[in-house]
């Protein structure tokens, strides 16, 4: 079937357009009287809370309580929201591609993530105005690798419509094609703008 409107790029936030780097934050709560940042770390890993936050079951001054409570720190919210957002730098070499993607394709943006961390993207960078749209996990109350965050993606586009996702985790690559859902492994900016050349996007 031939496409029937333009075609649409899927990003990812974390790892792809931001580079995400939760030690700092770990050391940071660390030195203000917690556990050990590796201890801390391993708590966002594998602790259910931030997964409820993710998928929207806690609001963000209840997720700040209970996570400050697992890990033994005592913080004002706004404090706690400072640090527990500062883990990002834009990757300038991929937003930068943005507005040449944009010129041929709709642009998506499919990510586990929470009001905090996108608040914080939201004011600090200036790409994400580029996404027509924003498939958020706290908001579909679904969080990759479930099937339902993606459905939810392709349910946004028109039937015969080529999209592609970009995905820097193996995991997410594999459950989003088995949602048919065609995605590549995101490496570095040098692949991701071959991948995009191969495609005609760029």
Not at 26 to 46: M, T
Not at 126 to 149: N, T
Not at 185 to 195: G, H, I, N, P
Request: glycine share 6%; with cysteine; hydrophobic share 50%.
């Amino acid at each position: 079937m031939k496409p029937t409107s333009r075609p649409t790029v899927i990003f990812d936030l974390g790892g792809v357009l931001v580079s995400v780097d939760f030690m700092r934050a770990c050391k940071r709560l660390e030195a203000v009287g917690g556990a050990k940042a590796a201890v801390i770390h391993e708590v966002i890993v594998n602790g259910p809370d931030k997964q409820a936050f993710d998928t929207g079951r806690l609001s963000p001054q209840a997720f700040a309580q209970r996570f400050c409570a697992a890990i033994g720190v005592s913080l004002p919210y706004a404090d706690f929201a400072e640090i527990w957002c500062d883990i990002f730098a834009e990757q300038r070499e991929v937003t930068g591609l943005l507005d040449a993607i944009a010129a041929q394709a709709d642009l998506m943006l499919l990510s586990n993530t929470d009001p905090l961390h996108i608040g914080y993207v939201l004011e600090h960078y200036d790409f994400l105005p580029k996404f027509g749209r924003l498939i958020l996990s706290y908001e579909v109350g679904h969080a990759k690798p479930a099937p339902q965050i993606f459905e939810r993606a392709l349910a946004l586009v028109a039937p015969g419509t080529s999209v592609i996702y970009f995905d820097d985790v193996a995991e997410f690559v594999l459950a989003a094609r088995s949602c048919s859902l065609a995605a590549e492994q995101f490496v570095d900016a040098s692949k991701l703008r071959s991948d995009l050349v191969q495609l005609g996007l760029v």
